[in-house]
């Protein structure tokens, strides 16, 4: 689903900052090689995570589904000089384009890139994250969030992707589609909890901005 016109999108990327040189090398071979390729964030979204993790300026960060490794550099660019990004994907066949391009990036030395199962993963991480970004597996978006909430330091930001899911979150009478009712499910989540402020932005396919209170 659609939920802007495909016009304004052109002119909002438009007057968006380009896309960096090495992220368009990445999204094109991502294109090429990879199954899935549209998991990538790409040139809009990329720049807003890119913005957010500058206006943040954190010094630990966790993400959750690494893919390609696209938003990973994204998220890098906000780093302090000393910080530090956790990356964690289960599918270990990605790693040589993941750390092609960590390493032209001049992010490799802050970037921990970890090949398993993040609910196993998480539990073993103890560092204060300041900025946490979920793109993984839909459907234990819920157990992610609460594995990592306090982890997180105050006024920390977890941010959300796909959480529009191409509009079946307006469905609640889904069945048989465990990604969307566990969407659903986590929405809800976001806005019940109170150690949390969420707000909802129907960018691409959605992505929520959650902070620690």
């Not at 913005?51 to 994204?74: D, N, R, V």
């Not at 529009?164 to 986590?186: M, P, R």
């Not at 976001?190 to 396919?205: G, H, Y």
Request: proline share 2%.
């Amino acid at each position: 689903m659609s939920f802007i016109s495909e016009e304004i999108m052109d002119y909002a990327e438009m007057h968006t900052n380009d896309e960096p040189k090495l992220l368009q090398e990445l999204r094109k071979e991502t294109w090429q090689k990879v199954i899935a390729p549209r998991m990538l964030s790409g040139h809009f979204q990329g720049r807003l995570l890119a913005m957010i993790s500058k206006m943040i300026q954190p010094k630990k960060i966790l993400e959750i589904g690494t893919f390609t490794g696209y938003a990973t550099l994204c998220l890098a660019e906000g780093l302090t000089d000393n910080g530090t990004i956790f990356t964690i994907d289960i599918n270990e066949e990605l790693e040589e384009i993941q750390q092609k391009y960590f390493k032209k990036s001049g992010y490799a030395q802050q970037i921990v890139l970890l090949t398993g199962n993040a609910l196993e993963l998480i539990p073993r991480l103890t560092e204060g994250f300041d900025l946490v970004f979920i793109d993984a597996d839909k459907e234990n978006y819920s157990q992610y969030f609460e594995l990592i909430i306090d982890k997180m330091n105050k006024g920390g930001i977890v941010l959300s992707d796909n959480v529009l899911w191409s509009g079946k979150v307006l469905n609640n009478a889904v069945k048989n589609d465990k990604d969307t009712q566990s969407l659903i499910l986590y929405n809800q989540l976001l806005k019940d909890e109170s150690k949390v402020e969420t707000i909802l932005l129907p960018i691409r396919d959605g992505i929520s901005i959650t902070r620690k209170l």
